[in-house]
């Protein structure tokens, strides 16, 4: 159990760690976010003078300057964190930045989601194969690989943008779904799903194809190594099925340092698919934050990162208890 | 293999193809073993005949796939050539007296963009940029992975999980945000002066972001090495901590350390993209990513202008592969289960088609 123990702390102790940093990149860094946020927010608004209620969610939000020590501003940004309340936004005055996160979240959760599995469910299969064929041609394929994997995520969209999108009409060019045909928004109806999915293809094999080439390789360089073992040589002697000790012996032992790197890879493919978000200009969370990092809407933009963090790190613990459960060594040994 | 065995082996490797039919005899063994080391002798034989028809007793100790050290090394080469004499001959990049939008010709090479820029400088430029921003951030994070990895696996103790959890704390927080957010606030920050939007801020920010992954890499084998016998014995000798990690570790960690540089450029390479790519990028010099921005808000896919934002993606994609390919060559030399396992498949199949007695199915055929 004291490995459960020791993730639960550790991740408790991160969590803090991204909530410190949240809190202490707008007021350590050069300059005064709060007050172009407010100036913002007085020119989103119309001129009119902020409510007490927005100015103190600002600038707990952004820094107090002088005023308060940093302790006290360190607890009410506590405080107000824990109601739930991020601010409000100056680029899409007057939502709250907590509703336009939620509304933006599934979008990238689910494409990121899907594409990430589909990408590492191909890798792994394909990588198994291609090592445990090691000495054949195959072995010409793995640095193709490396050149997808170098590609820009945001390029290789324009790419596909380009390709079938505007030269063959095959794919819609921008947008998560078909706003003229759902100009109320996001609608529980099967034609709306088909047209969100009909807009995620692009995006979707945008990221299978940059990031299949990493778990492909590991995968590929794990299964040669994994099959000079001596266990695998013995169940080669007892004369078990190649399928057998392909399956049953090499694969299972392989995929292990794969699904222990899952949480940093996907890393890397958030960060990916935020550039390209804007690309497809796809309503997720991506585009969110390009949005309020390119209007200084510093209120969101600290919202989204910590929301990306937040859920980066759920993912990442997740992985980790099913790490636990699928190699009982990392249990014991912790 | 000669160590191991040493009887049987030199027996065999005397005799190659008389089969020991003289050898064995003079020695009390049975018929089953005599067959038994005909076999040994044939496969053997035919390993050192696949060998020698493979250029040289000497190629199993190179790198096998030298050729993908020699693609990288030549990629990489001409690259960082392309980038260092290509603003010589160019014509200046910010040139707009050419006409606009106008496809690849004999005058533009890669044409021209909305401004009239002409898109062959602009790559020769922006190739510069990426590849200073590039070196720096690979340098910066090659330096703080090398402090949080290699001071923490040859310390230990309490430093060792002081660092180790900062490590793992900085590695799952995702990277690019952290950096968008940071380079938000300090672009627009006054009192940085020209700083603010340089390229060199820009690779510092990268390179603080991206060290994580190799110190965890740096900190792992600097962990094995410590328990070596010669680093016990320069520590018993009285060597002082500093002059044991530079002297003893450093240098047996230069292949990874070399491969975790290469992680590093690639890395920064590809961050500058997309950091620029989203406005983020310097303002004052040409990069990559600064190119394809510029594609971006000059509706450069919309239009059709693929000489626009296509040539600047392949030189990324390009360095990025090369310098992969490079890695993939240190990565056999320093693993080198992945050159032999795969050589010995070869060679075993090769032997097996031959009809020399070796088994032609299952996992190691």
Same mark, same amino acid.
């Not at chain 2, 606009?100 to 090479?109: F, G, K, N, V, Y």
């Not at chain 2, 990277?175 to 939007?197: D, F, H, K, S, T």
């Not at chain 2, 002297?247 to 920064?268: D, T």
């Not at chain 2, 934002?309 to 693993?335: H, K, Q, S």
């Given at each position: ?105 599934? /979008? ?20 198994? @194969?291609?090592? @445990? ?81 990493? @778990? ?21 002697? $007892? ?47 991506? $585009? ?47 | ?66 050729? $993908? ?39 533009? @090479? ?14 020769? /430029? ?84 991206? /060290? ?94 693929? /000489? ?58």
């Amino acid at each position: 159990m004291s490995f459960y123990l020791r993730r639960v702390a550790f991740y408790l102790v991160t969590l803090w760690a991204a909530i410190s940093l949240n809190f202490l990149l707008p007021r350590l860094l050069p300059g005064d976010p709060a007050a172009i946020m407010l100036g913002k927010l007085r020119r989103a608004s119309g001129g009119r003078p902020l409510s007490e209620e927005t100015i103190e969610a600002i600038t707990s939000i952004l820094g107090a300057g002088k005023d308060m020590s940093l302790w006290d501003q360190y607890v009410a940004y506590w405080g107000r964190l824990l109601q739930g309340d991020l601010g409000v936004s100056s680029t899409r005055y007057p939502a709250s930045v907590a509703d336009l996160i939620a509304a933006a979240l599934p /979008w990238t959760i689910i494409l990121v989601g899907v594409a990430t599995v589909i990408s590492f469910l191909l890798g792994i299969v394909i990588g198994a @194969w291609v090592g @445990w064929r090691r000495g054949t041609w195959l072995d010409h394929l793995v640095p193709v690989t490396t050149v997808f994997q170098s590609i820009p995520y945001f390029w290789l969209a324009l790419v596909l943008v380009a390709v079938f999108s505007v030269q063959l009409g095959l794919f819609p060019i921008v947008g998560g779904y078909d706003v003229f045909e759902f100009p109320a928004g996001p609608e529980l109806s099967w034609a709306f799903i088909g047209s969100a999915v009909y807009h995620a293809i692009l995006p979707a094999t945008t990221i299978v194809l940059s990031s299949v080439g990493g @778990w492909l390789l590991g995968m590929r360089n794990m299964m040669v190594s994994t099959m000079s073992e001596d266990y695998v040589v013995t169940a080669e002697a $007892k004369g078990l099925t190649p399928r057998r000790v392909r399956t049953k012996y090499a694969s299972r032992n392989a995929a292990i340092p794969s699904l222990a790197g899952f949480g940093i890879a996907l890393g890397f493919v958030v960060a990916g698919s935020i550039v390209m978000e804007q690309v497809f200009s796809y309503p997720g969370i991506g $585009k969110l934050m390009i949005q309020a990092v390119q209007g200084l809407d510093y209120a969101l933009m600290q919202g989204v990162f910590l929301v990306i963090t937040l859920t980066v790190l759920a993912a990442n613990f997740f992985m980790d208890l099913i790490y636990g459960f699928i190699d009982p060594r990392v249990r014991h040994n912790g | 293999m000669d160590d191991s065995q040493p009887t049987l082996d030199r027996a065999t490797d005397d005799s190659g193809y008389a089969t020991g039919d003289d050898a064995p005899f003079q020695s009390p063994v049975s018929a089953e073993a005599v067959r038994e080391t005909n076999r040994e002798a044939t496969a053997t034989a035919a390993i050192a005949a696949a060998r020698a028809t493979r250029g040289g007793r000497f190629r199993h100790v190179l790198p096998s796939r030298s050729g $993908k050290l020699v693609a990288g090394v030549v990629i990489v080469g001409l690259i960082t050539l392309f980038g260092i004499f290509g603003p010589m001959i160019a014509q200046p990049p910010r040139d707009s007296s050419n006409e606009a939008l106008q496809p690849p010709s004999a005058e533009h @090479w890669l044409g021209t963009t909305k401004l009239g820029y002409d898109v062959f400088s602009q790559l020769a /430029w922006g190739t510069q940029g990426s590849l200073f921003i590039g070196l720096v951030a690979g340098i910066v994070a090659l330096l703080l992975a090398v402090i949080f990895g290699v001071f923490a696996g040859y310390f230990g103790g309490v430093l060792d999980e002081v660092l180790t959890l900062f490590t793992n704390i900085v590695l799952v927080i995702p990277g690019l945000p952290v950096v968008m957010v940071i380079a938000a606030y300090v672009q627009n920050a006054e009192g940085l002066g020209p700083l603010a939007r340089s390229s060199l801020l820009v690779a510092l920010v990268l390179g603080i972001t991206g /060290w994580a992954g190799s110190a965890v890499v740096l900190r792992a084998q600097a962990r094995s090495l410590r328990t070596r016998e010669y680093v016990a014995a320069a520590r018993v000798a009285g060597e002082k901590p500093g002059r044991i990690i530079f002297v003893e570790i450093l240098p047996n960690l230069v292949p990874l350390l070399a491969a975790q540089f290469i992680f590093g450029v690639i890395f920064a390479v590809l961050g500058e993209a997309g950091l620029s790519y989203l406005g983020l990028g310097p303002t004052g010099s040409i990069t990559l990513g600064t190119m394809l921005n510029d594609a971006q808000t000059g509706q450069a896919v919309g239009t059709g202008a693929w /000489w626009w934002f296509v040539p600047p993606g392949l030189v990324i994609a390009a360095l990025g592969a090369g310098l992969a390919l490079i890695n993939f060559a240190i990565d056999e030399v320093v693993n080198p289960k992945l050159r032999l396992a795969p050589e010995n498949a070869k060679r075993q199949r090769r032997a097996a088609k031959a009809g020399r007695g070796v088994a032609d199915t299952g996992a190691f055929a």
